[in-house]
Every structure is written in C-alpha cells, then in structure tokens.
C-alpha cells in the first residue's frame, strides 16, 4: 500500500504547516533525515535547475515505496550528463544510462529481467527529458506503454533541447523563443498548432496510470510516484520542470514559475486510470497567462519592442481551454457558491 | 539429435538449450523462422524462465537487451538486413557497455534497391561496432557456434553476433545434430555478470566520459577483442571434446598446404567453393580455400600463416564497399602485410545472385592463369549495365537505374 497521505496537500508560502506538525506517516518523504537521497548533492545541474528537483523527489519517493528496491534507467540529457561525469556519480541507487531514444526499451528489458528472475521487489523506474520522451523516444515509449511492461516512466519536462543549447523539442510550448525557434518574423518563437501532450498520447494506451505534476506541488508530486509505485503496470508521470537557463528565469523562481503554469490553467495537473482522467488538481487561485510569461524572457518578444496582445490573448485561449478540458475551476466555483 | 530439420529451427533450438532468460524480437526476413520457434518454445514453456518480449523495432529489441543484459538475465536476439543498420546506435551501445548479448544475424542484402536475399552487406556494415562477428559455415555450423558465441560473450563481457547466410542456410533443410539440453549445461555455465544492476549492491552504468579516459575505454575494447583470438579456438577446441565434432575457432584451410591459389570466403559459399577446388585439384591446380569464421576479431596471424606460402589470394567478397572494392579483402591485405602476394577481390553473390560452380571454375581459371583482374564483380552483366550507362551520359533525367535494368531484363527474355 502506499504510504502517501489521501488528504490534498497545497503549498502555501510559508513552512506554517510544515512537516513538523504531521504525524511520521503524513510527513514528506524528504523530511525524513534517512531518505534514500537517490540522486546526491554535489551534482553538476545549473542553480534552481527544476529537473535536478523533480528527479529528486520523485525517486526518493520511488525507493521509499519500494524498500529502497529500485533500478533507475535514465534516458540520454541534462540529469544524465550532470549527474554522472565520469568517474563520478551522484546516484546511489542503481543506475544504467544506454542512449538518447531508448530509455523505455532498456528499462523494459531490466523489468523483463527481473521477472525472468523472479525478482518481484525490484521496481524499474525510466527517466528522461521531454526530448528523449516525447520526440526520439517515443516509438519505445509507445511500446512499452503498448505492451504495459511493469515501469514507472517519468518525462522531466522543461519544455526544449536543454543539454544541447536550448532547441525546441515537441513539448515546446507555441510562441516560445528557442534556438531554433527564433523570436524573429511575423510569427515569433515556436509556431502555434505544433507540439504534443504526451500525457494525452499515454492515456490512449489505456495504461493504468497516467499523471502530470509540477515541480511547484512537492508533495503532490511524492504522492503520484507513491501511488504509481503501488501498481503494476506501465506507468507515465509528467513532471513540469523549469529551466532557468531555457526559460530565462532567475535561478530562486523556479518554482513559483512551475506553480503559475499551473494556476494559468497552461499546465493541467490531474491523474488519469485505465485512460480516464480521474483526479485534477484545481486551481485556487487563476491568474492570467501574462503573469506567467512576463517573467521569463523566452517570452519576451510578446511584450517588447511592443505588446503582442493577439498572440498573448491566443494563448489565454490555450489555458482557458485546458481550464475547460479537465474542469480545473470546479472546486472554485464551489467554494464561492 | 540428429534430425532432418531447417537451419533456423536448429538454431532455435540450439539457443533454447543456452537458457537465455530474455529474448526480445521483431521480425524481418529471413530470420523470422528463428525468432517464431523461439517464441513458441517460451510460450509453450519449453524454455523457462524466459521472457520473450514482441517490441516494436529492432532498435527496440536491442535496447531492451541492453537493458535484460544489465540487469543480469542472459539475452538473445536475431536480425538481419535492415533490422540490423535499424539496431546500430543500440549495437554500439551494447558493445561499449561490454554486455554480453548473443544475437544471430540471417545475413542480407541492404536497400536500396529493396531485396530480401543473401548477401553480408549487412554485417559487414557493422565490423567496427565492436561486436564479435563469427560466421558459419553450414546449418550445423550455425547451431555449434551458439552455445560457443555465449560462452565467449559471457567469459569476456562482450556481445557476439553469429552470422548465418539468409535463405541459403536459414532456410535450408538438412541433416542437423541438435545438441541435448544434458550437453549444452555441461558446456555453458550459467551466466555470473561482471557488472549487474542491483539495489544491494548499486552501480551507475553508462557515464558520461570525456577526453581524459574515453581513449583507454576504447582501447581496453580492442584489447578484448585480442584476447577473443585466444578465446575462440580455445572454447571451439573444449567444444569439439564435449559435443563430439568441430565447429568454430578462427579460420578453416582447405587443401591450403601446398596452393599457389587460395581462396578466401566467409559463410556458406565455402561448401561450394571446395567442391570446386577439389574438381580443380583433381586436374592438378594447386588451388585451396579458406574460410573465416572470426570476421571480428580479425586473425591476422592465422590467416597470414595460411596465405603467406600462396602465390596469389583471391578473396571472394559477399558485400561491396562502394568506392574501393572489397572489405575483407583490405584485412586480408593487412594480414599479408610485407609478403608479396597478388591479391584480387572478387565481387560475388550480390543480393542472392547464385555462385555457380561454373561461375566459379570460370573465374578460378582466370586467377591460375593470371588474367584475373585486381577488382571483378562475378557474373555481372557488362551489357545492361553500360546500356544504362550510356542513358545516364545522354540524358540527365534517366529514370530510377534499377526500374530500367529490370526493364532491360524483361526486354532480352
């Protein structure tokens, strides 16, 4: 069973209601002094980097739910280069790294391994970027969700080619500048009507769990991988991670820029069984996507020389569409009933 | 056992009896016989514990034996043509990762144009992945080697591909001694990984390795593959105690001793090959064979003990190096290093093309009477191709050459 608390946590700013006023079993994984810290300090990521944080939680949260029995296949980019110069690593639990589009594949074939060997309590956790998930890795994806082999897959999403200077990738989000987005021309940055929701693609293959967290809902984030690691199965967890160098986000903003993706609505956070969406996140507090693109300056061309209000607007209509989609206003529009 | 059997289901078999714990597979002619038996024995439970996975791609299949590899199950796949070049990133990958997967290549042609028949374009492509490439002589060949490629992948921590020519022997029916599963336990221990990942025990596999180490990584792989040199005769030597007859090791002479002509191959045409040489032999040409069974590591020293006495070596060549000519031939040249010896490279068998013991006498003849040309492509039609040539010279718009050969084909029947 999972040891992840039922109740909905949020983050409210303050440490007020911390850890500390939780009993053992409510308490964060990471307040526990004798977590696994699966991926340690001393890491090579850049300051306020959001993956090197998902990667974090999400596999000390891993270990804790399976006994500290877990095999980490790690997809070729940033948390693999960072992590691991050679003779160096920074990951204390196994670890095996073999390409950029393969990742579902290798760690299909360790979960296959192990089931030849009997080995039911060694788990199998996949990892990469949106890159090495959503573009060249997702023909192995697809079979691994296709033939529902018993890994828990997680795309640490920051939305572009981070590791190779910043190209755009099928996650990156439309109008945003990359290197191979520029912001030049009529249409600036990325085109609009291009891109791919991976969590939407996973769900079609009916995989018993589908979710989508951001860096800015820690605990929540704990509590998928806890559930996720309570099933059998194919598993897909899409973490938002922030990339300041990408984004052109100041290193300290990295989650408040995770947390407003979700509060604009750009973001869908929700889980999904058996390809139905089953839970979402609702957003308390909706704020306007302009609040969530002026701090980064891979936007910054929709707001100088002059405003670009029609493109900003298009976007609003993403997020409010999304709102619509996974009915992310509902408890809202209770409480002020 | 001996049966009457199709080669591919003797190598089934033969890998059954390896108790290979994962086998991932996707299908491609000519090796679908191999990998449809071995799905049938795993789900009939004749092979257990065994994982046979259906992925997606080749590419697949050698990802997740990487991935069954690492993690300590002994793993097989099989491939060919296409699906190997679709692999090549993976089979790099797994060489460098020093794992020891065993996969069976039905050798074949690579397009375009599109053909399904043999030829060993597509192994050839993959001589400096760092994967050890032994090839077999015949159907039983094919299966001895299997047991023999694990043991030899498992002792130096490196993957083996066995290359069996497509059709000509995966296809073939004949007299096949299947080993018994008693034999191949006694000859294959199970599998102990060097390197495994466990929780008890973790490791990080596959680091990121700059300039400082990556020259030693790469070298301490060739210095594997050296020690594979000794390997390979020695486990074909243990081989041939055990199960009774020879198959394997590094390279097969025939009728070399006393030769002015040797002829080098790799796979099946050897059999035909010797026929030849026999019918020359026995009109008094001092004319012999040699057949390569370690393409990869190369046995420099074997072949050059065999070759240096010769007068001349023509090496017949089951793939094309686009631009120079031959590719065994090179390494041949290498061995023969400061011997002076006319060599000639002889372009044979193309895309399942037949090589006819008439071919062969044919050109035989020409290399014993010295008017064998440095480069020959056998059989090949001189008249359509320079009536293609020509149209190409006329006209910049020609047409796919392929679609106006067989064109022209169809026009001389």
Request: glycine share 10%; aromatic share 6%; hydrophobic share 40%.
């Amino acid at each position: 069973m999972s040891a992840a608390p039922q109740v909905k946590f949020y983050q409210v700013g303050s440490f007020a209601a911390g850890n500390r006023l939780l009993g053992p079993e409510a308490q964060s994984d990471q307040a526990d002094p004798g977590r696994s810290n699966a991926l340690t300090c001393g890491h090579r990521a850049c300051q306020g980097c959001g993956e090197a944080l998902g990667a974090r939680y999400a596999l000390d949260a891993a270990q804790r739910a399976a006994g500290g029995k877990v095999i980490a296949v790690n997809a070729t980019g940033c948390l693999e280069v960072f992590s691991t110069p050679y003779p160096e690593t920074s990951w204390q639990l196994p670890w095996l790294h073999s390409l950029f589009g393969n990742a579902p594949a290798v760690a299909a074939g360790v979960a296959a391994a192990l089931r030849a060997k009997g080995r039911t309590d060694v788990r199998v956790v996949g990892q990469g970027g949106d890159g090495g998930t959503v573009d060249i890795g997702l023909g192995c994806l697809s079979g691994m969700f296709e033939r529902n082999d018993d890994v828990l897959y997680i795309c640490y999403d920051n939305e572009a080619y981070m590791n190779t200077g910043v190209q755009r990738s099928g996650a990156t989000p439309a109008t945003a500048r990359t290197a191979t987005t520029q912001a030049v021309g009529e249409q600036p940055g990325a085109p609009f009507g291009q891109g791919k929701s991976l969590p939407l693609i996973a769900m079609a293959h009916e995989i018993p769990y589908v979710a989508t967290a951001t860096v800015a809902g820690l605990r929540d984030l704990e509590a998928k991988v806890h559930r996720a690691m309570g099933m059998r199965g194919a598993r897909y967890l899409h973490v938002l991670v922030p990339c300041p160098l990408g984004w052109g986000t100041a290193s300290h903003d990295t989650v408040r820029i995770a947390r407003l993706a979700e509060q604009t609505g750009l973001f869908p956070v929700f889980e999904a069984t058996g390809g139905v969406v089953t839970d979402v996140t609702p957003i308390r507090r909706r704020v306007p996507v302009e609040e969530y693109l002026r701090p980064q300056k891979r936007y910054a061309h929709l707001f100088t020389p002059e405003p670009r209000t029609d493109v900003i607007a298009r976007l609003q209509r993403v997020a409010d569409r999304n709102i619509a989609r996974f009915g992310l206003l509902a408890q809202e529009e209770e409480v002020s009933s | 056992m001996l049966k009457q059997t199709e080669g591919s289901r003797a190598v089934a078999e033969t890998v059954a009896y390896c108790r290979p714990e994962v086998i991932a597979a996707y299908p491609i002619s000519p090796q679908t016989h191999i990998v449809e038996e071995l799905s049938r024995l795993v789900k009939s439970g004749a092979l257990k514990p065994c994982e046979y996975v259906n992925v997606e791609s080749e590419f697949a299949a050698m990802s997740m034996c990487i991935g069954a590899s690492a993690a300590g199950a002994r793993t097989y796949t099989a491939t060919a043509s296409q699906g190997l070049l679709y692999m090549v990133e993976a089979l790099y990958n797994a060489s460098g990762l020093g794992l020891p997967i065993v996969m069976t290549v039905a050798n074949r042609a690579i397009g375009a144009p599109i053909n399904i028949w043999n030829d060993h374009s597509d192994t050839m492509s993959q001589r400096d992945s760092g994967w050890i490439q032994l090839y077999a002589r015949d159907n039983q060949e094919a299966a001895d080697l299997h047991p023999q490629a694990f043991r030899l992948a498992e002792e130096l921590s490196l993957p083996v591909m066995v290359c069996m020519d497509g059709f000509v022997l995966t296809h073939a029916w004949e007299r096949i001694e299947v080993p018994e599963q008693t034999q191949v336990d006694a000859f294959l221990p199970p599998y102990e990984p060097r390197q495994v990942l466990d929780p008890d025990e973790p490791v990080s596999i596959g680091a990121m390795v700059g300039p400082d180490a990556f020259t030693e990584v790469r070298y301490l792989a060739h210095a594997k593959q050296m020690q594979a040199l000794e390997a390979i005769p020695r486990i074909a030597e243990e081989f041939r105690e055990a199960f009774g007859r020879s198959s394997g090791g590094l390279v097969h002479p025939y009728a070399c001793e006393d030769a002015e002509t040797i002829v080098v191959v790799l796979g099946s045409v050897f059999g035909t090959v010797c026929d030849v040489v026999d019918e020359m032999r026995e009109r008094g040409v001092r004319i012999g064979a040699l057949a390569i069974t370690s393409f990869r590591p190369f046995p420099l020293e074997a072949v050059r003990t065999v070759l240096g006495g010769a007068r001349q070596v023509v090496v017949l060549e089951r793939a094309l190096a686009v631009g120079i000519g031959g590719i065994v031939s090179a390494n041949v040249r290498t061995a023969l290093s400061g011997i002076q010896l006319a060599g000639h490279t002889v372009v044979a068998g193309l895309g399942g093309r037949p090589i006819t013991k008439e071919s062969l006498h044919r050109l035989f003849d020409d290399a014993v009477a010295g008017r064998l040309e440095q480069l020959t492509f056998l059989d090949l039609n001189t008249e359509l191709v320079e009536r293609e040539l020509a149209r190409m010279a006329k006209t910049r718009r020609s047409g796919p050459s392929a679609e106006n050969i067989l064109r022209d084909v169809g026009s001389n029947r």
